[in-house]
């Protein structure tokens, strides 16, 4: 089984920057990517930013230029560097993990920005 462990999310003004971890453990075979999504208040789900196995990196439209996500293999953690935060930048931010057809979340960390 494996086990996700978030955080660093947390409350912080507009135009501020936030890091977020997610450290996999477990029964870890082959991540094939490693990402963050997010949710906020009666939206869905979006993707903030994914790395998938030899780096190549996806984000968001509304992300880009101002997140950067990053992956530490020998730790198995995904990092995702959050600078020029707005408050349309609030909701929750979960991890996800795959692991070829198995897809693992984490549990989610609140980011909250303020006007």
């Known amino acids: 089984q494996v086990r996700l462990v978030e955080s660093g999310g947390g409350l912080v003004q507009t135009g501020g920057s936030l890091r977020l971890s997610c450290a996999a453990s477990g029964s870890i075979f082959s991540i094939s990517a490693m990402g963050w999504y997010r949710q906020a208040p009666g939206k869905q789900r979006e993707l903030v930013a994914r790395?998938?196995?030899?780096?190549?990196?996806d984000y968001g439209d509304s992300v880009k230029g101002r997140f950067t996500i990053s992956r530490d293999n020998d730790k198995n953690t995904v990092y995702l560097q959050m600078n020029t935060l707005k408050p349309e930048d609030t909701a929750v931010y979960y991890c996800k993990v795959e692991m070829g057809e198995d897809i693992i979340w984490g549990q989610g960390t609140q980011v909250t920005v303020s006007s």
């Open positions: 790395i998938i196995r030899g780096d190549g990196t």
